[in-house]
Antibody
Framework: QVQLVESGGGLVKPRGSLRLSCVAS????????MSWIRQAPGKGLEWVSY????????YYADSVKGRFTISRDNAKNSLYLQMNDLRVDDTGVYYC??????????WGQGTLVTVSS | IVMTQSPATLSVSPGERATLSCRAS??????LAWYQQKPGQAPRLLIY???ARATGIPARFSGSGSGTEFTLTISGLQSEDSAVYYC????????FGPGTRLEIK
């Protein structure tokens, strides 16, 4: 079955950096767009970024453009999110999801990012 | 595209039917999905393309609508259906509604 496992979250100070990872299994990773979606504590969902199946094109929400970079390594069945210049309002659970310019049909359990001084 | 959902909270008895609404600020055609999220869990895809059930989703979950008005109907409510339900459009950059909290009395 499809499994997505995120890691890399933690506590970081404002303006700091963090790199999230997501390891996929149970499907042909290289054939799918992949996304990062976040949820602030007690709040709704925000699509952060997605990447095409071969990694040739990347898309970002305006709120993270220029600060976050999505990437993937199809040989390792892995998706990444490099987050720089983090802000307090970047705090939340970050989910890895299968899918990109449509819907997320499978989601990981999420990893918590806390930006605080 | 801004998504709105109503009501914010809905309380329904077991066995009854729940009707959740979602509205888009402009037409999204049928490019709409519904998710269920229980406390401490990731969202789960229920419906895509406005009315197609995702794999493994029971037939008592149904979606309808197109353009700017959409509905998620849950029939024969069970206690396990207590959750927050989100709609999401993907006609342009994906955006979610604020969610409807469904409580089972």
């Amino acid at each position: 079955q499809v499994q997505l496992v995120e890691s890399g979250g933690g506590l970081v100070k404002p303006r700091g950096s963090l790199r999230l990872s997501c390891v996929a299994s149970g499907f042909s990773f290289r054939n799918y767009y992949m996304s990062w979606i976040r949820q602030a504590p007690g709040k709704g969902l925000e699509w952060v970024s997605y990447i095409t199946s071969l990694g040739e094109t990347k898309y970002y929400a305006d709120s993270v453009k220029g600060r976050f970079t999505i990437s993937r390594d199809n040989a390792k069945n892995s998706l990444y999110l490099q987050m720089n210049d983090l802000r307090v309002d970047d705090t939340g659970v970050y989910y890895c999801a299968r899918g990109g310019d449509d819907y997320g049909d499978s989601w990981g359990q999420g990893t918590l990012v806390t930006v605080s001084s | 595209i801004v998504m709105t959902q109503s009501p914010a909270t809905l309380s329904v008895s077991p066995g009854e039917r729940a009707t959740l609404s979602c509205r888009a600020s402009q037409s999204v055609r049928s490019n709409l999905a519904w998710y269920q999220q229980k406390p401490g869990q990731a969202p789960r895809l229920l419906i895509y393309e406005a009315s197609a059930r995702a794999t493994g989703i029971p037939a008592r979950f149904s979606g309808s609508g197109s353009g700017t008005e959409f509905t998620l109907t849950i029939s024969g409510l069970q206690s396990e259906d207590s959750a927050v339900y989100y709609c999401q459009q993907y006609n342009k950059w994906p955006t979610f509604g604020p969610g409807t909290r469904l409580e089972i009395k």
